[in-house]
């Protein structure tokens, strides 16, 4: 098993910088890959990251260029946004699992980002 908890959201203006970071524990060297996800209000939750254990990264198309996924360490992820639109509003999870983007076995509880005009 592995838990996986995110931190770091919070309310921030359009065009401001926030890094979010998740903390994985528990059977963390079974990770093949990790992502972030995100669920703005009234919609389905959408992919926005992944990384490999070897650091292959893919970001979503209305994110690239502006975030960027890291994992500097086995247990600990993050997910550094700049430029931040108000589009860009959502709870934020973070969850690991295969190589494959989507196949994630585990998730986070989801961290709110708020970005205002």
């Known amino acids: 098993q592995v838990q996986l908890v995110e931190s770091g959201g919070g309310p921030v203006q359009a065009g401001g910088p926030l890094r979010l970071s998740c903390a994985a524990s528990?059977?963390?060297?079974?990770?093949?890959?990790m992502g972030w996800y995100r669920q703005a209000p009234g919609k389905q939750r959408e992919w926005v990251a992944h990384?490999?254990?070897?650091?292959?990264t893919n970001y979503t198309d209305s994110v690239k260029g502006r975030f960027t996924i890291s994992r500097p360490y086995v247990q600990r992820m993050y997910l550094q946004m700049n430029s931040l639109k108000p589009e860009d509003t959502a709870v934020y999870y973070c969850?690991?699992?295969?190589?494959?983007?989507?196949?994630?076995?585990?998730w986070g509880q989801g961290t709110q980002v708020t970005v205002s005009t």
């Open positions: 990384i490999t254990i070897s650091g292959r």
């Open positions: 528990g059977s963390i060297f079974s990770i093949d890959a």
């Open positions: 969850a690991a699992g295969g190589v494959v983007i989507g196949e994630y076995d585990y």
